[in-house]
C-alpha cells in the first residue's frame, strides 16, 4: 500500500489550496480516507474523512465550513480542498487509509496506512 500527499504550499490567510492523495497497492474504493495534520512540536490530529463511496464525510470541528474532503475511486485519489486558511492551518498534512474500519473514525489508531505528508504553511 502507497500514499502519496501532494498540493502543499506557502499560502496567505484566508487563500486556499487543493491537497491531493493518490492511493495503489489496495482497493482504494472499498475503504475509508482520512486526513490529519501535525503542527510542530504538537500532535497529529485529525481533520477530515470520508466513506468508501464518498456519501458520508466526517471533519473536526476547527475546519468545518473551511475545508471539504472528497474522492476519485475511478483514480484512486482523495482530496482537500481548503478554502478561507488561517495562520494556524499551518501544519504537515497525512492522508490516511482506514483498512479495517466500517465508521468515519477521527483517531489515528483507527487508520492502518499513511502518506509521507505535505506540508502547507499560511501566512498572516
Known amino acids: 500500500v502507497q500514499l502519496q500527499a501532494s498540493g502543499g504550499g506557502l499560502v496567505q490567510a484566508g487563500g486556499s489550496l487543493r491537497l491531493s492523495c493518490a492511493a495503489s497497492?489496495?482497493?482504494?474504493?472499498?475503504?475509508?480516507m482520512g486526513w490529519f495534520r501535525q503542527a510542530p512540536g504538537k500532535e497529529r490530529v485529525f481533520v477530515a474523512a470520508i466513506s468508501w463511496n464518498g456519501d458520508n464525510t466526517h471533519y473536526a470541528d476547527s475546519v468545518k465550513g473551511r475545508f471539504t474532503i472528497s474522492r476519485d475511486n475511478n483514480m484512486s485519489m482523495v482530496y482537500l480542498q481548503m478554502n478561507s486558511l488561517k495562520p494556524e492551518d499551518t501544519a504537515a498534512y497525512y492522508c490516511?487509509?482506514?483498512?479495517?474500519?466500517?465508521?468515519?473514525?477521527?483517531?489515528?489508531?483507527?487508520?492502518?496506512?499513511w502518506g509521507q505528508g505535505t506540508q502547507v504553511t499560511v501566512s498572516s
Open positions: 490516511a487509509a482506514d483498512y479495517r474500519g466500517l465508521n468515519l473514525a477521527a483517531e489515528m489508531f483507527e487508520y492502518d496506512y
Open positions: 497497492g489496495y482497493a482504494f474504493s472499498r475503504h475509508i
